[in-house]
């Protein structure tokens, strides 16, 4: 199997965009070698993308609802098991993998989908922040696509600006392989009262928040994002 095959199964059974990771470019990540610890012979990562619809963030924007389901993990579940039997059916191991937080981070922006932008949330060209990410790793071998180097925040501040509680520090920021990011304080997301789904640690947590809607507004509204609606998110 080659990359083209496996990135077309990958879109067959159901995923949005897609991603490599080779092996050299996941050892120049921080901490690599916890990404082997279940699959220590591990060659490739496959990030898979699954676009969040848009209309379930609609309730929490407009205020009249704050349980809409951004996406359905069985679903994704399904997918990524078609996809990683897939490639067990043509001779090569597939783990599917539960990584939060900077390690999803961390390879999503290694596979060439996307970065990470300012508030923290992983950027795509084609949806924004509207994805879920899944990663599938396998002993085949693949090349690495090439990594994403679009600054879609540029002099943005909409997501800082937008959080009451000053949660994301407009003044501190941090670096995760190589991106500059505003230093997030959880324990004002914690107590978040605009959307935000738990505590705010994993990566979709924050998309029906303030901070995640008015990111969602400014790059799909003003279509610098591929897949953007026609209509606007936002009301002006």
């Not at 508030?119 to 922040?129: A, D, N």
């Not at 909409?158 to 670096?175: I, Y």
């Not at 029906?208 to 610098?224: H, N, Q, W, Y």
């Amino acid at each position: 199997m080659n990359k083209e095959f496996v990135k077309k199964a990958a879109l067959d059974c159901g995923f949005d965009i897609v991603g490599i990771a080779g092996l050299n470019r996941i050892r120049e990540l921080p901490g690599s070698d916890e990404f082997f610890i279940s699959m220590p012979k591990a060659k490739s990562a496959i990030v898979l993308g699954s676009q969040i619809l848009r209309g379930a963030i609609r309730g929490t924007e407009t205020g009249s609802s704050y349980n809409c389901q951004t996406v359905s993990g069985t679903v994704i579940a399904g997918e990524a098991y078609d996809f990683s039997k897939l490639l067990e059916q043509n001779g090569n191991d597939a783990l599917i993998c539960s990584y939060y937080d900077d390690k999803l981070l961390m390879l999503a922006h290694a596979a060439g989908l996307g970065i990470v932008g300012k508030g923290g949330f992983f950027i795509s060209p084609e949806y924004g922040i509207r994805q879920v990410i899944t990663v599938v790793l396998t002993d085949l071998e693949l090349e690495s696509d090439e990594l994403c180097r679009e600054d879609f925040c540029q002099d943005c501040t909409e997501c800082v600006d937008a959080c009451s509680l000053n949660a994301l520090c407009k003044d501190t920021t941090e670096t995760l392989s190589g991106q500059k990011r505003n230093k997030l304080l959880l324990e004002k997301c914690a107590i978040c009262k605009t959307g935000i789904r738990g505590d705010g640690t994993s990566i979709t947590s924050r998309i029906t928040a303030a901070c995640g809607r008015a990111c969602v507004a400014k790059l799909e509204d003003s279509f610098i994002v591929s897949q953007a609606l026609k209509k606007p998110f936002r009301n002006k």
